[in-house]
Nanobody, 123 residues
Framework: VQLQASGGGLVEVGGSLRLSCAASGNFVEINSMGWYRQAPGKGRELVAHIDKDGELNYGDSPNSAKGRFTISRDYAKNIVYLQGNNLKPWDTAVYYC???????????????WGQGTQVTVSS
């Protein structure tokens, strides 16, 4: 599968952005899709995930995006979206799309990553 992320860029504090990630290629099924982010000098952290049944999971680390970011998904088009509002400087990071993908009917889900898109929040 190829995960193509888009929508990153430079945003002012308090502004909004919408990231998209489209999955393409040959696969049987995608379970959960979602977003992680990695700020400079820090580890990668969960922003939000949504599984095939619509169950949501938001990260809960300090200064997390919970409450300001909303994840959604177009199941027919295999696209996951991340809407971020009231952005803070600490939201600056590379945002990575990921998905758990099954390539054969009897296979296991494989975790795949997109290339990342930079989000910079300026004050």
């Amino acid at each position: 599968v190829q995960l193509q992320a888009s929508g990153g860029g430079l945003v002012e504090v308090g502004g909004s952005l919408r990231l998209s990630c489209a999955a393409s290629g040959n696969f049987v099924e995608i379970n959960s899709m979602g977003w992680y982010r990695q700020a400079p000098g820090k580890g990668r952290e969960l922003v939000a995930h949504i599984d095939k049944d619509g169950e949501l999971n938001y990260g809960d680390s300090p200064n997390s995006a919970k409450g300001r970011f909303t994840i959604s998904r177009d199941y027919a088009k295999n696209i996951v979206y991340l809407q971020g509002n009231n952005l803070k400087p600490w939201d600056t990071a590379v945002y990575y799309c990921n998905a758990y993908v099954k390539y054969t009917d009897r296979g296991h889900y494989v975790r795949e990553w997109g290339q990342g898109t930079q989000v910079t929040v300026s004050s």
